[in-house]
């Protein structure tokens, strides 16, 4: 009954307007994780043009930083045409604890290569669900990895305060104080909104529109014939105990119909999550407008935070929608963690345009800032394509292997660094991007691999 009558009132207003197996050289596509709208990967003899930019072949050629020795694991999508890779020269031995689909993990092995050669490289699956992946980063770091590198992002996990995925990493870095955790930022900053709630037009007994600003009721965008938008609020109560009722709902105004809603029920046990999915499965382009509405009581302030994602920004409207700040979440949050952002290959290297920005918003247990991202890396870089992956290899899923390769050069020279004198060596020793020192967009700066190895050997020679 509720959502009859408000989808009959949002058209009346607005449409009246393991064990792992080694795989070598001797043994003989790319998953869009449909199965689960709610997790994404961050995508985008070879050798990436990354090496250059961050100097790492300086030191391999120079010091012979080679991340002899170091253990690297990779989690991702899949490694399906791993032997692929291995033939055409562009990775070595792997050990392959679960092999997955799609070869995202495969692409980002090969960066690691191409800037340590020598690492010991290891790959576990995401496998399809946050237990799955939680199960991966423990078997890696059991396996003695120094270093693991993931792609993921989680949108069912709270984007204002930590969830159980986070939780877990961090407790396995307590557990394992060598280990360093290297993820990326997210491509999400093109399409991000985060603003407090602000009561608009009443359709109904206790049934309340967002207002936008602006004038805007409704974000309008057009779906070109095939896209499928997929749309994700949250708002600031507590996860698992969401206080306040909110809704989603896609309107056609040509059709005067509401095509797609979400409409989860917050009672105070649910959690302040709603996820909608929409294709445009007609033969052209058709114009929605995308609303929030609040159920109960209005006046009680929420911050409310929503992406939308797989169209692209041009065919939204209105830049309302379109704020890259604070557009970081979940474990890549973590102050514990490496958090890459990725900068275009051409000088002067400038932030990606889909590249998530901080700093992070935290507001449970209690309100806070955390400043993200850490550092930056390039991407749209070369990989052989193995599995058909897309080449150049675009996201901040190229970035964070470049740093994850870096690291274990570093490692592999000083190999008794503490986490907390590794980063302090890569932060301080970055090049500076944006504005001077941290800043949102960069983080501190491009990696700098040369100036880094410098900066910990004259540590070493001064002890």
Known sequence: ??????????????FSPCQGSTITPDSYLSSDFSEDTTIVSCVGTLKTEGDLLVRSNGIREVFGATG???RVGVIGNGVMSLELSQAMGELGQVTVFERGTGDEGTAMLEIIHDIAP??????????????????????LADAGCRIICDDLYFFKQPFLEDGDVADHIREVLKKHPDCIYVTVSGNFASLHYQKPWKPGLSIGYERTIHDFGEGYSAIPMTLLP????????????????????YDLFLTDPNRGEVVATSMNIQDETGEPFEHLVFKNAINESRRVSLSIV?????VTPNILEMYIRNIDARQVETDIVKDPADSIFGHAALEEV???????????????????????????PEPSRRWKPDICAPTNVQVSGAGSFPVPFPGTSAAAPHVAGVIAQLLSSFPDLTRNELTEALYENAFDLGEPGWDPVYGYGLVDAVKSFQALMERKNSW
């Open 1 to 14: 009954m509720r959502a009859a009558l408000l989808c009959m009132a949002l058209v009346f207003i607005f």
């Open 68 to 70: 002899k020795g170091i």
């Open 118 to 139: 020598d690492a010991e490289l290891c790959f576990h699956a995401y496998g399809g669900d946050k237990d799955q992946f939680k199960h991966a980063v423990s078997v």
């Open 226 to 245: 095939g896209d499928e938008v997929i749309i994700t609020l949250q708002w600031d109560d507590p996860w698992g105990y969401a206080l306040h009722d």
């Open 294 to 298: 609040r159920n109960g009581e209005n």
């Open 338 to 364: 490496v958090t890459v952002g990725s900068v275009r290959i051409e000088a002067p290297h400038l932030i990606s345009p889909d590249s998530s920005q901080g700093p992070v918003t935290i507001r449970i």
